[in-house]
């Protein structure tokens, strides 16, 4: 879900519903996925309200779930070329790799930005960049700790490929780690998809990586914190030419 400056002259909106506009965009919403997490606590506080440490601790269990199902606006940059980061994180490595093998795309090294997304990080991930998603490839394997350097190829994991307007390939790695027990992709072969949108959720802890193709340039560093949807992780080689 990204959101677009407001176009100009559009009317501003006062009292109620201006108080309301400032409400939505200082509490982020919640993800679809997250309902059940935060519903089961909230049935147990009602159950459970006589006893207040009952009540204290579900009312405390569905707050938390809400928080790491929260799904906040983003707004993408419009330049074209720029891939964006997938995910909100930590970035953790910068470097080259071969592609999963489980898109048929060769064993020819890319360059590859890894970001690392803690319990405590927004989950929700969204395209890098624009386009046609050519195949979504799932895959199962271990759960290890996502910050480490082999979970992009023994964790389980879940690998779409994008083709630009261009004619560029962009590959996004949704990758479980040590808590994570569930990857979703809502996104699907053939489909449209633009900048910034939300395509999918890891639950608890987790790690996205992004493929590019041979000459993007690539503009972070290891250590450096990414806003999904809008942290500009590279420039496509078309784009810099």
């Not at 679809?32 to 601790?57: E, M, S």
Request: hydrophobic letters at 45%; one cysteine or more; aromatic letters at 4%.
């Amino acid at each position: 879900m990204a959101r677009r400056p407001t176009p100009p002259g559009t009317p501003e909106t006062t009292g109620p519903a201006h108080l309301a506009d400032l409400v939505r965009s200082a509490i982020p919403p919640m993800h679809p996925a997250g309902l059940p997490f935060v519903a089961v606590p909230l049935g147990v506080a009602v159950l459970g309200r006589r006893r207040r440490w009952v009540r204290r601790t579900a009312l405390a269990a569905a707050a938390a779930s809400a928080a790491f199902f929260r799904h906040p606006h983003r707004v993408p940059p419009n330049r074209a070329g720029v891939v964006v980061a997938p995910a909100d994180g930590e970035v953790a490595l910068v470097d080259t790799a071969a592609p999963p093998p489980e898109l048929g795309l060769g064993d020819q090294p890319l360059p590859r930005v890894s970001i690392f997304l803690s319990v405590l990080d927004v989950h929700v991930q969204r395209t890098p960049v624009s386009g046609v998603v050519r195949d979504v490839r799932y895959r199962r394997g271990q759960f290890k700790s996502a910050d480490l350097a082999d979970a992009s190829e023994v964790n389980e994991r879940s690998s779409m490929l994008i083709d630009t307007a261009d004619g560029q390939q962009v590959v996004v790695v949704q990758i479980a780690g040590l808590l994570a027990r569930r990857i979703v992709c809502d996104a699907a072969a053939g489909d449209r998809i633009t900048i910034g949108d939300t395509y999918g959720l890891i639950r608890f802890g987790s790690r996205v990586d992004t493929y590019f193709p041979a000459g993007t340039e690539l503009l972070v560093n290891i250590g450096q914190r990414t806003i999904g949807g809008e942290t500009v992780l590279a420039i496509l080689p078309s784009a810099g030419a």
